[in-house]
């Protein structure tokens, strides 16, 4: 029998909770045994890079102290960071390296950008890259939020981005996989995730209300399992975005999905056995 992989810890994505400050956020993180926090840092969050030394030396501190920031997401596009518009690029860079150095300081391994709009080939085909060549503090995740980026022509497009820059990930949303995997109209959306697979670093367990119980939440999962037993590095957590965000809601939303991580990795370890 081989090596028995344990399953891979599950964290929490802060836009899970409202209503508490980074310090406070971190601490009842640590209360509750969550092992660490993906922190949501644009604007519509902590906003990080508006945040002076001594703010994030001290959120340093106090992650020291209590649970870790693992990641850090942003607010800015893919597609600004893309644009023909070199004011548009330039503003979005300038985010983009500002939050990346922020994310630095307290410790993160990465940044998250969104994407929304789902590129086409003659875009990503044209680019010299989302940051024209400048070097970021941290790494580029993309977060792939629009369930568009399963269909083809999208698909194409990012399989070439990621080909010609080494240096970007993925984070994958079992939300936006689930909705594009279960379209009666594409059957070829499985295989394209499978395609994504090597450039997957982190899953957010991503529940807006409905919980996790749809069929093709447990296929990304099980995707995810597949590549961690095979030794790839794919860190997990949860993302919560109901409507109660409270602690209370939060914490329950974390256990049961969590849980669910737990008995998807055991029926692995039991088919695989």
Same mark, same amino acid.
């Given at each position: 029998?081989?090596?028995?992989?344990? !399953? &891979?810890?599950?964290g929490?994505?802060?836009?899970? *909770?409202?209503? /508490?400050?980074?310090? #406070?956020?971190?601490?009842? +993180? @640590?209360?509750?045994?969550?092992?660490?926090i993906?922190?949501r840092?644009?604007?519509?969050?902590?906003d990080?890079a508006a945040?002076?030394?001594?703010?994030?030396?001290?959120?340093?501190?106090?992650?020291?102290?209590t649970v870790?920031v693992?990641?850090v997401t942003?607010d800015t596009?893919?597609?600004?960071?893309?644009?023909?518009? !070199? &004011?548009?690029?330039?503003?979005?860079?300038?985010? *983009?390296?500002? /939050?990346a150095?922020? #994310?630095?300081?307290?410790? +993160? @391994?990465?940044l998250?950008?969104?994407?929304r709009?789902?590129?086409?080939?003659?875009?990503a085909?044209?680019?010299?890259?989302?940051?024209?060549g400048?070097?970021?503090a941290v790494?580029?995740?993309?977060?792939?939020?629009?369930?568009?980026?399963?269909?083809?022509?999208p698909?194409?497009?990012?399989?070439?981005?990621l080909?010609?820059?080494?240096?970007?990930?993925?984070?994958?949303?079992?939300?936006?996989?689930?909705q594009?995997?279960a379209?009666?109209?594409?059957?070829?959306?499985a295989?394209r995730?499978e395609q994504?697979g090597?450039?997957?670093?982190?899953?957010?367990?991503?529940?807006?209300?409905?919980?996790?119980?749809?069929?093709?939440?447990a296929?990304?999962?099980?995707h995810?399992i597949r590549?961690?037993?095979?030794?790839q590095r794919?860190?997990?957590?949860?993302?919560?975005?109901?409507?109660?965000?409270?602690?209370?809601?939060?914490?329950?939303?974390?256990?049961?999905?969590?849980?669910?991580?737990?008995?998807?990795?055991?029926?692995?370890l039991?088919?695989s056995?």
């Amino acid at each position: 029998m081989g090596r028995v992989i344990a !399953p &891979a810890p599950v964290g929490l994505y802060s836009i899970s *909770v409202r209503g /508490l400050e980074v310090p #406070a956020l971190l601490s009842w +993180a @640590a209360r509750h045994r969550i092992p660490f926090i993906h922190l949501r840092g644009g604007r519509r969050g902590c906003d990080l890079a508006a945040q002076d030394a001594t703010t994030l030396a001290r959120w340093r501190e106090a992650s020291a102290c209590t649970v870790p920031v693992t990641g850090v997401t942003a607010d800015t596009d893919l597609a600004d960071l893309l644009s023909a518009d !070199p &004011a548009v690029r330039r503003q979005a860079r300038e985010e *983009v390296c500002r /939050l990346a150095d922020a #994310a630095r300081v307290l410790g +993160a @391994a990465w940044l998250r950008l969104l994407a929304r709009r789902p590129l086409h080939t003659t875009l990503a085909g044209d680019c010299s890259g989302p940051l024209d060549g400048h070097v970021l503090a941290v790494p580029l995740l993309i977060e792939l939020h629009a369930p568009q980026w399963l269909t083809s022509r999208p698909h194409a497009a990012l399989v070439r981005l990621l080909q010609q820059q080494p240096r970007l990930r993925l984070l994958a949303d079992s939300a936006q996989f689930a909705q594009a995997l279960a379209d009666p109209g594409d059957d070829r959306a499985a295989e394209r995730l499978e395609q994504l697979g090597p450039w997957i670093e982190v899953l957010h367990l991503s529940d807006p209300g409905p919980g996790l119980s749809d069929p093709s939440h447990a296929v990304v999962a099980d995707h995810a399992i597949r590549r961690i037993a095979a030794g790839q590095r794919i860190e997990v957590a949860v993302e919560w975005t109901g409507v109660d965000r409270t602690r209370a809601a939060a914490l329950a939303r974390y256990h049961e999905h969590a849980a669910w991580w737990r008995w998807r990795n055991a029926a692995h370890l039991e088919a695989s056995s």
